[in-house]
């Protein structure tokens, strides 16, 4: 597909006000594309679907959730309708020569924002164009649209659950490759807050750096002369290692695999320092409760990203009205 296709102006601008970037996100979308059509076209819609036809199609939620990517799943459709990719039938693939939907011919309309809670049988978003455009755009705008809306709804599960403890539920950066920032996009339509981006946004000294270094203090020490203006977290897995990591001067501090009980007393030796705290490893729905009131402030949950479960939409296309 051509490299140069630009998303609509509307598009970009709903994926700026998400904090997503409009460039990554075209890219993604091109890179999606090209692997569903493998540099050719869409041969089923191209062998079944007059090149002239025109059609509206509703996207559907399927199951109850949060919603999540809707501007994503119009960048997809931008990208198919303005470059007609995948609706081309030429050389040996037969049919008309020539894009289908030129300029953009594609319209969305937005009928439930991100964060939303949506129910099962809600009409997300109304679709308008070229059918062969549409249907080549469908399994890649609802493959983004399924993951999304499934981390937000995980995300907005475990958030629901603290809710009134104080804490909040945090993101990591188990992430699909390539997909983090949408990903973390998801997470916050879902009520969660994000993580570090990336390696490079934030320090976090965990147990290999530790031993490396020669121990928690040593570890924190280290990192505070080479990058003094970058906050760091330090991960404890003992009581020991917590009061070291406050006599070091931590600001934040990763209470790793421990118990409830020593949670708790992790909060008591914590009172006092200007410190917050973040519970992480082996939490599970069922504990998330009794973790968060032992009094952290985080809960760092990777299953967010790497274990939500799609969330089920489909896109319906409206059946002709009846002739005569």
């Given at each position: 597909?051509?490299?140069?296709?630009?998303?609509?102006?509307?598009?970009?601008?709903?994926?700026t006000?998400?904090g997503?970037?409009?460039v990554?996100?075209?890219?993604?979308v091109r890179?999606?594309?090209?692997?569903d059509?493998?540099?050719?076209?869409d041969?089923?819609s191209?062998a079944?679907?007059?090149?002239?036809?025109?059609?509206t199609?509703?996207?559907?939620?399927?199951?109850?959730g949060?919603?999540?990517g809707?501007?994503?799943?119009a960048?997809?459709?931008?990208?198919?309708?303005?470059?007609?990719?995948?609706?081309?039938?030429?050389?040996?693939?037969?049919?008309?020569?020539?894009?289908?939907?030129?300029?953009?011919a594609?319209?969305?309309?937005?009928r439930?924002?991100?964060?939303?809670?949506?129910r099962r049988?809600?009409?997300?978003l109304t679709?308008?164009?070229?059918?062969?455009?549409?249907l080549?755009a469908?399994?890649?705008?609802?493959?983004?649209l399924?993951?999304l809306?499934?981390?937000?709804?995980l995300?907005?599960?475990w958030?629901?659950?603290?809710?009134?403890?104080?804490?909040?539920?945090?993101?990591?950066r188990?992430?699909?490759?390539g997909l983090?920032?949408?990903?973390?996009?998801?997470?916050?339509c879902?009520?969660g807050v994000?993580?570090r981006m990336s390696l490079s946004?934030a320090?976090?000294?965990?147990?290999?750096?530790?031993?490396?270094?020669?121990?928690?203090?040593a570890?924190f020490?280290?990192?505070?002369?080479?990058?003094?203006?970058?906050p760091?977290?330090?991960?404890?897995d003992?009581?020991?290692?917590?009061?070291?990591?406050?006599?070091?001067?931590?600001?934040?501090?990763?209470?790793?695999?421990?118990?409830?009980a020593?949670?708790?007393?992790?909060v008591?030796?914590a009172r006092?320092y200007?410190?917050?705290?973040e519970?992480?490893?082996g939490?599970?729905?069922a504990?998330?409760?009794?973790v968060?009131?032992a009094?952290?402030?985080?809960?760092a949950?990777?299953?967010?990203?790497?274990?939500a479960?799609?969330?089920?939409?489909?896109?319906?296309?409206?059946?002709a009205p009846?002739?005569?």
């Amino acid at each position: 597909m051509t490299a140069t296709v630009a998303l609509r102006p509307s598009t970009a601008e709903a994926l700026t006000a998400a904090g997503l970037d409009p460039v990554l996100v075209a890219d993604l979308v091109r890179r999606a594309l090209d692997e569903d059509l493998a540099g050719g076209v869409d041969v089923t819609s191209v062998a079944t679907i007059p090149a002239d036809r025109v059609d509206t199609g509703d996207v559907v939620a399927r199951a109850d959730g949060v919603l999540a990517g809707v501007p994503v799943a119009a960048a997809v459709l931008d990208l198919v309708g303005t470059a007609g990719v995948g609706t081309v039938g030429v050389g040996a693939a037969g049919g008309d020569p020539g894009p289908v939907a030129p300029g953009g011919a594609v319209t969305v309309s937005v009928r439930m924002a991100d964060g939303a809670r949506v129910r099962r049988g809600d009409v997300l978003l109304t679709v308008t164009g070229p059918t062969r455009a549409l249907l080549t755009a469908e399994r890649t705008a609802l493959n983004l649209l399924c993951h999304l809306s499934g981390i937000a709804t995980l995300t907005r599960t475990w958030v629901d659950t603290v809710a009134g403890t104080g804490a909040a539920v945090r993101d990591t950066r188990k992430t699909v490759p390539g997909l983090r920032a949408l990903a973390k996009y998801a997470v916050r339509c879902g009520g969660g807050v994000n993580h570090r981006m990336s390696l490079s946004d934030a320090g976090l000294v965990k147990d290999n750096h530790v031993l490396a270094a020669g121990g928690v203090a040593a570890a924190f020490a280290a990192f505070r002369r080479r990058f003094p203006d970058l906050p760091v977290e330090v991960e404890c897995d003992s009581l020991a290692d917590v009061e070291a990591a406050l006599a070091a001067g931590a600001d934040l501090i990763l209470l790793d695999n421990m118990s409830t009980a020593d949670l708790a007393a992790a909060v008591g030796l914590a009172r006092g320092y200007p410190v917050r705290l973040e519970a992480s490893g082996g939490l599970t729905l069922a504990r998330a409760r009794e973790v968060a009131a032992a009094g952290v402030d985080f809960l760092a949950v990777g299953a967010l990203t790497h274990s939500a479960p799609a969330l089920d939409i489909a896109l319906d296309l409206r059946a002709a009205p009846a002739a005569g």
